[in-house]
């Protein structure tokens, strides 16, 4: 498994913008992006296989964020648009296991990155 650290995170006005990064210590083919707000699970928001065509989105983030992967530099990205205040979080970058990597559930992940704060206010 490889070791993930998360940049990006802040503070913004719902209806704007921000990018998290996550930097991995080697090569992950299939990562994702998770988010967690207290009191509830943890929910699966992207995910992404370097062989497939297309990435998995949550149904709430669907047309509002793009995943993408650098495989060069091991970098993986969320860009996340029209924010909404309920996209408020804790977000994750995680790898998770290729023969499961459509599937958004935390039981799918090989490992986690520390995390890293969005909060969108109305």
């Known amino acids: 498994q490889v070791q993930l650290v998360e940049s990006g995170g802040g503070s913004v006005q719902a209806g704007g913008s921000l990018r998290l990064s996550c930097a991995a210590s080697?090569?992950?083919?299939?990562m994702a992006w998770f988010r967690q707000v207290p009191g509830q699970e943890r929910e699966g928001v992207a995910s992404?296989?370097?062989?497939?065509?297309?990435?998995k989105y949550a149904d709430s983030v669907k047309s509002r964020f793009t995943i993408s992967k650098d495989n060069a530099n091991n970098t993986l990205y969320l860009q996340m648009n029209s924010l909404k205040p309920e996209d408020t979080g804790m977000y994750y970058c995680?790898?998770?296991?290729?023969?499961?990597?459509?599937?958004?559930?935390?039981?799918?992940?090989?490992?986690w990155g520390q995390g890293t704060q969005v909060t969108v206010s109305s």
């Open positions: 995680a790898q998770v296991y290729c023969n499961r990597w459509y599937t958004l559930h935390p039981q799918d992940v090989v490992s």
């Open positions: 080697g090569i992950a083919d299939c």
């Open positions: 992404v296989y370097r062989i497939a065509p297309t990435a």
